[in-house]
C-alpha cells in the first residue's frame, strides 16, 4: 500500500485497486472508504504512523458498495470500533443483504472490466450503522457535508469539507492518465454525468478520487472539463 500525504489532514492510502483517506478531525480521524478485504491491517499501521490509536478511528464512510471500498471495512470496525456509514440505497449491497446490480457497460468498457474485476475480492458482509442521504452532516469535530450522487450506483455519496475546499467523489471521478473524467462501470452514466456537475459546482480547490491521483489544485476546472467532455 502506497500512502500519500496530501495536506496536514489528509491522507491517501493507495492499494493495489482503489484507494481510501484518512481525515483528521476534531477529536480523531474518520475514513473514506476502506479498500478492498485483506487491507485492514495495512490500513491500521497508517493510523498508527498518524500518531493515532486504533480506537481513534471513529467513522467509516462508504462512497458506494462495490468491493474494492468496501471490502476491509467490516475488519476495521471490529478492530477499532468506528462506526460504518454509506448511501441509504447501497447500504442492502453492503449487508449483503442484497445483490450489487451489474454495471451497464460501453463497448469500450467490457475489457477493462474484465480485466479488473477478477482481481478484485469478494467484500464481507459488511454492516451499515448509519444511512446517508443527501445534506447529512459528518460528526467529525470539522464541517463534512454527504451529496447523494447517484449513477456510479444508485447510493453512490459523496464528502464535501467547505474549510478545507475539498471533495471526495468516490467513484464518480476518478484520474486517468493526467485526466480527471468521469468513472466508468456506472449503473447510470446520465447520473454520473449530472452528478459530476454538481460536484464541480461546489468550487472546490481539492478533489479526491476514488481511482487516480487527486486534483490538488484547480479540481473545480477539472470537474467541469470532465462534465462538459464526458
Do not use: K
Not at 474484465?114 to 447529512?136: F, I, S
Request: glycine share 10%.
Amino acid at each position: 500500500m502506497e500512502t500519500l500525504r496530501l495536506t496536514p489532514d489528509i491522507v491517501m492510502l493507495r492499494f493495489a485497486v482503489g484507494q481510501a483517506y484518512l481525515i483528521r478531525g476534531g477529536d480523531g480521524f474518520a475514513l473514506v472508504d476502506s479498500g478492498p478485504a485483506g487491507c485492514a491491517d495495512a490500513v491500521l499501521d497508517a493510523l498508527r504512523a498518524c500518531g493515532a490509536r486504533p480506537g481513534d478511528l471513529r467513522e467509516i464512510v462508504l462512497t458506494h458498495s462495490h468491493a474494492d471500498h468496501t471490502g476491509s471495512a467490516a475488519h476495521l470496525a471490529a478492530a477499532t470500533g468506528a462506526t460504518i456509514a454509506a448511501g441509504a440505497a447501497d447500504a442492502p449491497v453492503i449487508r449483503g443483504e442484497a445483490p450489487e446490480p451489474p454495471p451497464v457497460l460501453r463497448d469500450r468498457e467490457h475489457p477493462l472490466f474484465e480485466a479488473v474485476a477478477p482481481t478484485v475480492p469478494p467484500a464481507p458482509p459488511t454492516p451499515v450503522h448509519r444511512e446517508l442521504a443527501d445534506g447529512d452532516v459528518l460528526e467529525w469535530g470539522i464541517a463534512a457535508h454527504v451529496l447523494h450522487v447517484p449513477g456510479h450506483t444508485a447510493g453512490s455519496v459523496a464528502v464535501h469539507l467547505p474549510h478545507a475546499r475539498a471533495v471526495f467523489t468516490g467513484d464518480t471521478v476518478a484520474e486517468h492518465g493526467g485526466r480527471v473524467i468521469p468513472n466508468v462501470f456506472n449503473t447510470d452514466r446520465a447520473g454520473v454525468l449530472a452528478a459530476v456537475r454538481r460536484l464541480a459546482a461546489l468550487g472546490v480547490e481539492t478533489a479526491c478520487f476514488g481511482h487516480g491521483y487527486p486534483a490538488l489544485t484547480g479540481a473545480a476546472e477539472a470537474l467541469r472539463r470532465a462534465a462538459r467532455d464526458g
